[in-house]
């Protein structure tokens, strides 16, 4: 199903392979495993980068995608540390999704992309070559998609700093681009700063009305 993950560029666009997708779905739902047929012929990186999508080209995302899709983000990143692709449960790659909304995402996504792909080229080498920093860049995929899986319901951002995280990681590896690598590791992070507000707001509010409801009794 995978190419070999060490192939350093993509071989087809992504815009293009995410027309011809759009393209070829049909039926009234979607199976995750028909979903990288059509697209993990290009290799884990690029699967990773279709998977950001979701939360990058539609207001709100599509219930239990961000953790499914994180989740296979963390294994391919995992696959791409270790130079192997990984194995996936049959439980997850049937997983099913409604055909409408993904291939608008698809559709929304070549468009996105076609503006991305004018961006980037080889630069800052030293970031984006060698054994040893495919692992360090790997590692960085890997934290991205726990942190998209993160539960942060009707929160905004929380799913579309971790996917652009991914996607400029994604991107910078295949393209030997070492800015984009850079600009991923600056939004994770940005992302871990911003979950951290999250959290201590979320943990002051319980206080504060743990305070009320008690301190008032």
Known sequence: MFMSIATPRIEKRMSE????AAATLSGES???????DH??????LTT????????LVLPVSIPGVSTV??????LFAVGVTRNRVPWLPN?????????EPISRMLERGARFCVRIERMVRPRLLFLSTGRGMTRVNG??????????????????FANTLPALAV??????????????ILAGYVTIVGTVVYFSFLFAGAWLAGSGLHQLIFGAA
């Open 17 to 20: 392979v995410l027309k011809e």
């Open 30 to 36: 979607v199976k995750l495993r028909d979903l990288l």
């Open 39 to 44: 697209v993990g012929e290009q290799g884990l």
């Open 48 to 55: 990773s980068l279709f998977l950001t999508l979701p939360f």
């Open 69 to 74: 899709f994180g989740l296979l983000i963390v």
């Open 91 to 99: 439980r997850l790659m049937n997983r099913e999704f409604p055909r």
């Open 139 to 156: 590692l960085g995929l890997v934290v991205s998609g726990l942190l998209l899986m993160v539960p942060f319901p009707l929160v905004p």
């Open 167 to 180: 996607l400029l990681l994604s991107l910078g590896i295949l393209e030997r681009d070492g800015l984009f």
